[in-house]
């Protein structure tokens, strides 16, 4: 059994986290491009790409950032989907 000091200290921690999270926009989030879940790959790499001005990997890889949380979300698991399709397309080697 969790001491009462303990028990605050769980509980500070589990606000100050709450807190950040929210902060950076993180599991708590309206859509990251609306109408996402009508988009072809290109369309998404696009938006990505438009929202973060980054390279289509990098920039796929914020907008999973933006929608992660709870990997069972869609949006999340469309974007990191993505990511790790873009992610395979580039690879070279053996690794």
Not at 14 to 21: G, K, L
Not at 30 to 56: C, M, Q
Not at 60 to 71: K, L, M, T
Request: charged share 25%.
């Amino acid at each position: 059994m969790l001491g009462a000091g303990k028990r605050i200290v769980q509980a500070q921690i589990r606000h100050m986290f709450s807190q950040t999270v929210e902060d950076i926009g993180v599991g708590n989030h309206d859509s990251v491009v609306k109408g996402w879940e009508g988009l072809a790959d290109g369309e998404a790499i696009e938006a990505a790409t438009h929202r973060h001005g980054k390279d289509p990997i990098t920039s796929v890889a914020y907008c999973a950032f933006e929608a992660s949380g709870n990997g069972e979300d869609p949006e999340y698991r469309f974007w990191f989907d993505l990511f790790l399709r873009l992610s395979k397309k580039d690879h070279v080697g053996w690794a």
